[in-house]
Nanobody, 124 residues
Framework: QVQLIESGGGLQQAGGSLRLLCVAS????????MAWFRQAPGKEREFVVG????????LYSDSAKGRFTISRDNAKNTVHLQMDSLKPEDTAVYSC?????????????????WGQGTQVTVSS
């Protein structure tokens, strides 16, 4: 069982930055590939970025490449998502997810545990 709690969302102007935090707890947290997904109003949830258990392998969506950076600290059971050069289309609820696999994937079905999400709003 893994519990995930996100924080760090908020309102930011276009071009600004936000840093999201996901705190994982539970027996298998440090053995889980982690990812961030997002869901905008009226749209399906979509993959943003993922990171392997060891932290050396990352997977980025096209929309996140060059602007977002994922990192993890297994000693603290935390995952960060640094979001730079924010755009209004980044507005969404961002959720942290944990997988039992070593490497992350962009498929929702590969993730067993989900956080409640944190709202990110980017104004133009």
């Amino acid at each position: 069982q893994v519990q995930l709690i996100e924080s760090g969302g908020g309102l930011q102007q276009a071009g600004g930055s936000l840093r999201l935090l996901c705190v994982a707890s539970g027996r298998t947290a440090s053995n889980s590939a982690m990812a961030w997904f997002r869901q905008a109003p009226g749209k399906e949830r979509e993959f943003v970025v993922g990171i392997s258990v060891g932290g050396r392998s990352t997977l980025y969506s096209d929309s996140a490449k060059g602007r977002f950076t994922i990192s993890r600290d297994n000693a603290k059971n935390t995952v960060h998502l640094q979001m730079d050069s924010l755009k209004p289309e980044d507005t969404a609820v961002y959720s942290c997810a944990a997988s039992s696999q070593y490497y992350s994937s962009n498929r929702e079905r590969d993730y067993t545990y989900w956080g409640q999400g944190t709202q990110v709003t980017v104004s133009s």
